[in-house]
């Protein structure tokens, strides 16, 4: 320890420089405050919000290593998911004007109404029934859709001919689905002129249906790796969400220790530095 001795020009005088002089001492020699400590909640709903912001926001706003890679995952699957996205729709554009120009539902219901009695023996429709509109200038105009339906539904009570699904009305998702994914309706392709029922049940379809059905497959492969980036996107906004907190949280939990000297004013005008370690704990 070290002491002083510190007299001032008379006795009156004395004591007041002493005060003034250890006042300022320890106003010099004060420990800063320990700083305040973070919200856990506020670092994991930045994160959640912005991967990687609330690793920033733990580090006082600097860039640590966990922010960049937290936020340049959401960048990289952000991309990876609007590309594909993209391709897959152009495929999708690309297999739809295949499918109107190579299937044909009118040529669907010739098929029906072709093979009916071996389909189902009580079936009795005729092709008027279901092509109501023949002069539209779309294939897809001409049907009463409600009607072909039935029509599918009264074949499909025949066990075994394979007729197991109801044509929806084009252009929704499952017109373009079911015609290349089922051999019920291969009698509606343009190169399936040889097309009988017993096709259906040993899947011999025309070369047209094959081709659909791939286009189809690869468009539905790139939509299904742009909803597996989707998913991964959300698992990296809610890990970072956990990290930032843990971080935060790990943080105010942390041990300071200061050592320094402390000045104490002893008699006859003596100061003693006083060596002091002031340890505190972030629970």
């Given amino acids: 320890m070290w002491a002083f001795f510190i007299m001032g020009t008379d006795g009156s005088g004395s004591k007041d420089l002493r005060t003034a002089m250890l006042s300022g001492i320890q106003a010099q020699e004060a420990p800063p405050a320990m700083d305040a400590k973070k919200s856990p909640l506020t670092a994991a709903l930045y994160s ?39 391709w897959a729709d152009n495929r999708t554009a690309r297999f739809e004007q295949y499918a109107d ?33 023949p002069n539209a200038a779309n294939p897809w105009d001409r049907i009463d859709w409600t009607r072909l339906n039935q029509c ?67 468009a539905n492969e790139m939509y299904n790796i742009a909803r597996t980036a989707s998913l991964v996107i959300v698992a990296n906004h809610v890990l970072s969400a956990l990290e930032a907190a843990w971080e935060v949280s790990r943080a105010n939990r942390t041990v300071e220790a200061r050592a320094e000297l402390r000045p104490v004013m002893r008699g006859g005008g003596f100061v003693e530095f006083v060596p002091h370690v002031d340890v505190k704990l972030r629970l």
């Fill in 48 to 86: 959640a919000a912005l991967p990687g912001l609330g690793q920033s926001y733990a580090q006082d706003w600097s860039l640590s290593w966990k922010s960049l890679a937290f936020a340049g995952a959401e960048v990289s699957l952000w991309v990876i998911y609007a590309s594909y996205i993209h």
């Fill in 152 to 218: 599918e539904e009264e074949i499909a009570q025949a066990v075994g001919n394979g007729f197991t699904h109801r044509l929806p009305p084009r252009p929704q998702q499952q017109y373009y689905e079911l015609i290349g994914k089922y051999p019920q309706y291969g009698g509606g392709w343009n190169d399936a002129s040889g097309f009988t029922p017993g096709n259906i049940l040993t899947d011999n379809v025309s070369p047209n249906f094959l081709i659909y059905r791939d286009m189809r497959g690869g």
């Fill in 101 to 133: 120009a190579n299937w044909d539902v009118t040529r669907y219901v010739d098929w029906i109404i072709q093979w009916q009695s071996q389909l189902n023996a009580g079936s009795t429709w005729s092709r008027d029934q279901i092509i109501v509109n």
